[in-house]
Each structure stands twice: as C-alpha cells, then as structure tokens.
C-alpha cells in the first residue's frame, strides 16, 4: 500500500534552501506549503505550476500569520508532517559595532520568529501524536567565530531550543532536529540576507576586519552544494529514528570536531577545578548519572516503557 504524501511547512522558500528543499519535496510526491514574505507568483514561475505545491504569505515575525498558515494547512490536509523553520539572516559584526537595533533585528527573525512558527504549528502535531520539527541552525550554532559572534548566538539559541524540544516532544510521538549546514553556496553573503554592521571599528581589523574580506571573497565560491543539503533534509524527514543534531557539510564537521577537541583539553587542564566546586555532602554516584539517564530515555522515548 502506497504511504500516504506528506505534508510540509517550509519557511524561507523564496530562495536558497528554502526553495531547494521545495523543489525536492515536491519531487517526492509530497505536498508542500511553501512560505514566502511577498511577491508569491514569483515563487510558482520558478517551481512551476505544480499540483502539490501551495505558496502561503508569512512574514515569521507576525504570529497571526503563522497561526493562519497552520491552520490553513491543517483545514486542507488535515496534519502537518514537517515543519522547516528555514527563514533567517545574517549579521556580520565585531560584537561590540552593532547596535541594538541591529541585533534585535537579528534575534527577531532567526529565534523571536522561529518561535512563533513552531508555537503555531506544534498543537496541531501534538494532536496527531507525530511530526518532525527541523530547525535550521548553522556552523555558528555550534562555535563562534569572529565577525559572527551575534549572528552565532542566535543560532546558538536555535540549539539549546531544539535540544529542549527534542526531550519534551519524545513522549508525545514528535521528533525535533537541528541542522547546522556549513558554508553553501547560496546568496546568504548577498545585501538581500546579510547585514553588515554600519559602525566599523579599527582595531578589530585583524578578526572581523578580516571576516569581512573573507565574506565578500568566497561569496558564491562556497563548497556547500544547496542541491545535495536539500536531499540531505528530505532524507532526515523519512528517517523514523532521525538524529537530534545534523552538522551538513565537511566545513562543519571539521570546525565541530577541533572545537571538542580544544574544550576536551581545557576540561584536562582545569579538570580539579572543575570538579573541586560542589558541596563536601554532595553524592557525586547518584545526582548527575540519574539526570544523565533520565535525559537519554527521554529522548529515545524509553522512559514510556521502563518499570
């Protein structure tokens, strides 16, 4: 018996990953509800007139609308299968050059209306008991770097969210995940996605300074290919047992893994004043191995079956 189509909210779809991810959807036999802020004719030339394919008007920062999207969605199909939250943009900036303004623009888009998608949506995939919420993070969710220290604390957000969700929606039949793509080749570099900060200051020439130069010279010359990050997701979305984290790209992988490698070698060398700070009555065998256990049954969904 043929599975039943899908049915997926991608935010973001205008262009770059939000619209790869479409294409391959809808390349599937799913269906798609694809959201862009304005001009929505313009997203159906470029995916062509496809049955399954269903363009919504949705601005992530108005919660209204995402309340309507969902609805929509649920009123036609009946679920929501997948959720996206792909929307977001970029703030290239020495953390002390930015202003407020441009900060909270930033954490408006890529945490404020991330979370309002997902509070429209989750209701309805937690009275179906299913459901798969993918949210996008970045390379700068998992490490700083200079130039993108605020933009990475954004994403950073976007981790210790999903993270929470992972946990908390197990029981209840729904799966969150992370992905964190690395440097792909999109217009996220381009005006239209990223801000640069107004205010420059001279002595961060040689770390963000140099990130700006770095930006501007690998602008669509990243190795990421956005065709294979879009097969990539729509292979997450089929997965029963899909992973809480998906770093996407060898950029990525690399940079996560020399990370882990320096805090491993910080813990060794401060491993006594790590450890020496609890109380003297403290049961070091019980507290944290209980709270470590319960955290993976939790997400592998065994705490339901354990006696």
């Not at 998992?142 to 220290?149: I, N, P, Q, R, V």
């Not at 992905?179 to 770390?207: C, H, M, Q, W």
């Not at 065709?227 to 089929?238: E, P």
Request: hydrophobic content about 40%; proline content about 4%; some cysteine.
């Amino acid at each position: 018996m043929k599975k039943p189509n899908k049915i997926w909210i991608i935010t973001g779809a205008a262009r770059g990953f939000g619209q790869q991810i479409s294409k391959a959807v809808l390349a599937t036999g799913d269906i798609v509800i694809a959201t862009v802020r304005s001009r929505p004719e313009e997203l159906k030339a470029q995916l062509g007139s496809h049955p399954n394919l269903h363009v919504a008007i949705l601005d992530i920062t108005n919660e209204d609308q995402a309340r309507n999207v969902a609805a929509e969605a649920v009123k036609n199909f009946g679920r929501i299968d997948v959720l996206v939250n792909n929307a977001g943009s970029g703030l290239l900036s020495a953390v002390e050059e930015a202003t407020d303004e441009e900060v909270k623009r930033n954490y408006e888009t890529n945490v404020f209306g991330l979370l309002k998608v997902t509070r429209a949506v989750l209701p309805h995939m937690r009275r179906q008991r299913s459901g798969h919420v993918i949210n996008f993070s970045s390379v700068g969710g998992l490490l700083g770097s200079a130039g993108w220290g605020l933009y990475c604390s954004t994403k950073f957000a976007v981790e210790g969210i999903t993270e929470a969700m992972a946990i908390e929606l197990a029981p209840l039949g729904i799966h969150a995940t992370t992905v964190e793509p690395g440097y792909f080749r999109t217009d996220f570099l381009d005006g239209s996605s990223l801000t640069r900060s107004k205010n420059v200051i001279a002595d961060y020439a040689e770390t963000s300074g140099k990130m700006r130069d770095f930006a501007a010279q690998v602008n669509h010359k990243q190795p990421g290919d956005p065709v294979k990050l879009a097969a990539a997701i729509v292979r997450l979305a089929a997965s029963a047992k899909p992973p809480v984290h998906l770093p996407l790209g060898n950029d990525t992988l690399t940079h996560y893994r020399a990370k882990t490698a320096t805090f491993e070698k910080e813990i060794a060398e401060w491993h006594d004043v790590i450890t020496g700070t609890d109380h003297d009555d403290v049961a070091k065998t019980f507290h944290y191995a209980a709270t470590a256990r319960l955290r993976t049954e939790v997400v592998s969904g065994e705490s339901k079956t354990r006696t």
